[in-house]
């Protein structure tokens, strides 16, 4: 009885330490991919949370866990990047006056949309950025504070095909950030790896 028992000791301890089939490697490829924190705006250490802010910010995590770009970390001092998800609203007028209150240091590339179409803004911050890193109206002190912002706009084709029920602007809105946010990444992993070692 004991051989048996040491057996399936020994098949237990061979699965733990190799862990579930088809995934050996996955723990060296990990560090490889730029790791991203994805907040809130924050004033003085608080979250500026709502209710619309922190479901967008589930959509934004949810989409980018997706992808295979980034790996999401928990912790602020565990990322490579920083990406604050800013806002949701409707229309030109009220994204333009969002952008217009932003640090001037903070890239951001013109959009356009319709009055009825919705957008999720998020902004990446990478570098000694300090509060800045999650609020795109204060100005970090650093010159190597690296900021930019996304907007992310629901896919107008997939919207009107769908039927009223199954349409989510929300998260097609926060697909579209996330394809852009993975575009950036991707370009950038090199340089964001050997700026957090």
Known sequence: MVPRVAGVFAIVVAFIATGPAGTAGVAEEL???AALFVTLPMTNGFSDATDA????????????????AVRLVDRLQDSDAVLTVLGRGTGYAELTAALQE????????????RASE???????AVGPCGEAATS?????KSASCYRKIFVGLGDRDVRQRASKAARNPWAACADALTKDVQAWVTENASRLLALHR
């Open 31 to 33: 560090p490889n991919r």
């Open 53 to 68: 802010l922190v479901e967008t910010q589930g959509l934004v995590r949810e989409a980018l866990g997706t992808g295979e």
């Open 102 to 113: 932003l640090d001037p240091n903070v890239v951001a590339s013109p959009f356009t949309l």
């Open 118 to 124: 919705r957008y999720i803004e998020a902004m990446i």
């Open 136 to 140: 795109a109206t204060r100005q970090s």
